[in-house]
């Protein structure tokens, strides 16, 4: 692999990990540095380790709370036997709630993305699509502002609150419509607390991540052009730059300054539709 080729796969690192976090949308990046700078598409084997990278970020940073979530579904007949139910169970204890919060919210992103996975595909080849959501993605950031810190905690969250938020996520099969700008800022628009907001985002993203993956894994038998070491450098970038970026969001949106990415978003979505 050439100098200049192992350059690429640590920029594809850093852009991954900024963006898969930040909400300014890892897609319309990877739609606008593919026009502008004349990059490809990364290599399929390549896509899947970047994606790993920005997943370990998100096990580390909520490393604790998964552990519990985890323990709970080890535990679950005993905890329902003691509760008298699943559903006192769901009232009770929190961190089943957002189990099944999570479950609830991953139907609408794994329909919405079964469906339109082939279909979006097609979209990447156009900087127009990925312009336009930029700038919606800028406007659903910027309306946050004016929302008020008191809020309803995630105890208080309900089942439809949760799909509504899935759908949000699964509409980020568009190129340029940020999937952690869109859930967090629908959780906000719905009046959940901004502490649970952003984690409750990135917990929604762990099945979505793990699904997309799914989706590739057919594909990835064939041999791979990317050495070992690089795939390996990529997956480790994306993590280390995703790890910061993610707790930079957290810090944002706990003290209600998401929409600062707002004109961020607003200056890409123009340049890509000028570029188109």
Not at 31 to 59: I, R, S
Not at 77 to 103: E, T
Not at 143 to 153: D, I
Request: hydrophobic share 55%; proline share 5%.
């Amino acid at each position: 692999m050439t100098g200049m080729a192992a350059v690429k796969v640590l920029i594809l690192g850093v852009i991954q990990g900024l963006t898969e976090f930040l909400p300014v949308s890892s897609s319309g990046h990877l739609v606008l540095f593919q026009h502008a700078l004349g990059m490809k598409e990364p290599e399929l084997l390549l896509d899947v380790c970047l994606h790993v990278g920005t997943l370990a970020a998100v096990c580390v940073v909520f490393f604790h709370r998964l552990k519990r979530l985890a323990s709970v579904v080890f535990h679950l007949p005993g905890l329902a036997g003691k509760s008298g139910g699943l559903r006192p169970l769901f009232q009770k204890n929190s961190d089943f709630r957002i189990l099944v919060l999570i479950g609830f919210g991953s139907l609408p992103t794994a329909l919405l993305g079964l469906f339109f996975h082939s279909r979006s595909q097609a979209l990447f080849g156009t900087t127009k699509v990925a312009g336009v959501m930029l700038l919606i993605t800028g406007l659903l950031l910027f309306f946050t502002r004016k929302l008020s810190p008191t809020s309803r905690p995630i105890e208080a969250m309900a089942l439809k609150d949760a799909l509504i938020i899935g759908l949000a996520q699964g509409m980020a099969v568009l190129p340029g419509f940020s999937r952690s700008g869109a859930t967090i800022s629908t959780a906000l628009f719905l009046g959940i607390q901004r502490e649970a907001a952003g984690p409750f985002s990135f917990l929604l993203s762990v099945p979505a991540i793990l699904g997309a993956l799914a989706l590739q894994a057919r594909s990835l038998l064939s041999p791979s052009p990317v050495p070992v070491q690089m795939l390996f450098i990529g997956s480790a970038t994306a993590a280390g730059v995703g790890f910061f970026a993610l707790k930079t969001l957290l810090r944002f949106v706990n003290q209600g300054r998401l929409s600062v990415f707002a004109p961020y978003c607003w200056i890409v979505g123009i340049i890509a539709l000028a570029l188109q």
